[in-house]
């Protein structure tokens, strides 16, 4: 067993990247409940708004471009955010806040869903500022280097 795994105080697998009761004061309390509130009804917007953006773009024919579909897929990827990794993000803060022993499962799912997302945004970020580089830099054949396929 891994040294930092001392009597339910941590996930050996995570090591230091577990909460651990000592960490809870008075303080850090209020801060984890505003936290949960606000990402409780941040869940509901991001939901909300990130499905009206796919919705649009797929049954607007009009807004069937390249650049919108780019952006149709980072609303999809942040999507998924708002459905797995803020729900996961707020459940591991109730339970930090009540102080209850760390599950480690909870846990390692939320140390995936924290940086797995958050790649897949920035990948999406990174393609749609080459695209519009290329819309900029060579207007005229952008139409037959970018493509949907």
Not at 41 to 57: G, R, S, T
Not at 85 to 99: C, E, I, Q, S, Y
Not at 119 to 130: A, E, G, K, Q
Request: glycine residues 4%; aromatic residues 10%.
């Amino acid at each position: 067993m891994n040294s930092s795994y001392q009597g339910g105080q941590g996930c050996p697998y995570l090591k230091d990247f577990v909460w651990r009761k000592t960490y809870l004061t008075e303080h850090k309390y209020r801060n984890l409940v505003a936290l949960i509130c606000f990402d409780s009804l941040a869940i509901i917007v991001i939901v909300l708004l990130n499905a009206l953006v796919i919705f649009a773009v797929k049954t607007k024919r009009s807004l069937q471009s390249n650049s919108n579909i780019l952006l149709a897929c980072l609303a999809g990827s942040d999507l998924f955010t708002g459905m797995v990794g803020l729900p996961v993000a707020v459940a591991v803060n109730v339970k930090r806040a009540f102080a209850i022993e760390p599950f480690c499962a909870l846990e390692a799912v939320h140390f995936i869903t924290l940086y797995g997302p958050s790649y897949v945004s920035m990948d999406h970020l990174v393609v749609i500022s080459v695209d519009r580089y290329i819309a900029i830099k060579d207007a005229l054949r952008y139409r037959v280097i970018v493509t949907k396929q």
